[in-house]
């Protein structure tokens, strides 16, 4: 068996091809192939189903498709074969990891490779990836299907209890008077002017069966928000490592210089993170505009952009925990003798 008993060796063949990359771009050509078939097919109208039994067989549609988001290696193996070029590659990876005599430099490699995206994504990565997918599908399901005539067609007592949740929580004009969690505003912009138009004002909205559908599509987004952004950190972590974010991660700082580029990146990050946070939690109304109109669905689409900027924040700010903890560490050790 080969022996690596050259670290230099072995540190050039641990910062060689980045398999997770490779797979991963594959995998979201397979995705979104998926997304497209959904975004086809979800909403289909049998004309003997009524409106709930058309939402049954959508859904049913739908949770397949999410399976069929899971298995993106499943898709690759059916197109490629096992002689696929990324399957032949994970195999040498493996043989090699395997040609390290000592078990313990064999684990510390094998970690190291993880780390640094010469590994395929494991299943928790791959499921995260699908996860985001199924959601944007959800997002389809839930305008074709579940909302017909701007109303629901299915609205049990704990969608009730939901819409009802988020009106107890909601702060209505004037903007300034009994301030709570959730922010319901019409303001300039063209999208609250069309909801304007055909509501009037925020109270007739409200009112409305649409107001429910969308005071529910709204909770739906506030408890996805954690979730999302976790899949979303969990896929990009290591690329996020690979593209140039640890030039400026905190856990890098070596000098004054390094220290102060690092606080003033986390000004940059915190007002994105802030931003993104606030407008995904608390606007009643940023997506509401998509749920009557498809085009402007397809337009807001690029907000879905905040949440990138968002991961990018909590992998930098993570650098910094990192960061002082080792220096209290430090500190504790340094004072312990």
Not at 27 to 52: A, E, H, K, Q, T
Request: charged share 15%; net charge neutral; hydrophobic share 50%.
């Amino acid at each position: 068996m080969k022996k690596f008993s050259d670290n230099e060796s072995i540190q050039e063949w641990i910062t060689s091809n980045r398999l997770y990359e490779e797979y991963l771009f594959y995998y979201l050509l397979i995705c979104l192939f998926w997304f497209f078939v959904g975004l086809f097919s979800i909403g289909i109208r049998i004309p003997v189903f009524n409106d709930m039994q058309n939402l049954a067989f959508n859904t049913v549609w739908f949770l397949i498709l999410c399976v069929a988001l899971s298995i993106p290696k499943f898709w690759y193996f059916l197109i490629k074969g096992r002689h696929g070029q990324l399957f032949q590659a994970t195999v040498k990876v493996y043989e090699t990891l395997g040609s390290i005599e000592d078990v313990e430099q064999r684990e510390q490699v094998h970690k190291q490779i993880t780390s640094n995206g010469k590994l395929p994504p494991n299943r928790l990565e791959t499921l995260s990836l699908a996860f985001l997918f199924a959601f944007l599908l959800f997002d389809i399901l839930y305008i074709r299907s579940w909302i017909s005539d701007l109303s629901l067609v299915w609205q049990p007592d704990w969608v009730n209890a939901c819409i009802g949740w988020v009106h107890n929580n909601l702060t209505l004009p004037p903007i300034n008077e009994n301030r709570k969690f959730f922010d319901l505003y019409f303001s300039g912009n063209s999208a609250d002017t069309k909801l304007k138009q055909q509501f009037e004002d925020e109270w007739a909205f409200l009112a409305s069966p649409f107001g429910d559908a969308a005071m529910f599509y709204h909770f739906i987004r506030v408890m996805m928000f954690v979730p999302i952004l976790a899949a979303l950190s969990i896929v990009l972590w290591k690329p996020l490592k690979f593209m140039g974010m640890q030039q400026i991660d905190p856990r890098n700082i070596h000098s004054v210089m390094s220290f102060l580029r690092s606080c003033a990146w986390s000004f940059i990050f915190g007002f994105f993170m802030t931003i993104g946070t606030l407008g995904f939690l608390t606007n009643a109304n940023w997506f509401t505009l998509g749920l009557i109109d498809q085009e402007a669905w397809f337009e807001n689409l690029y907000i879905n952009g905040l949440y990138i900027f968002i991961v990018f924040g909590i992998r930098f700010f993570y650098g910094w925990f990192v960061f002082w903890k080792n220096i209290f560490l430090k500190c504790v050790k340094k004072f312990s003798y």
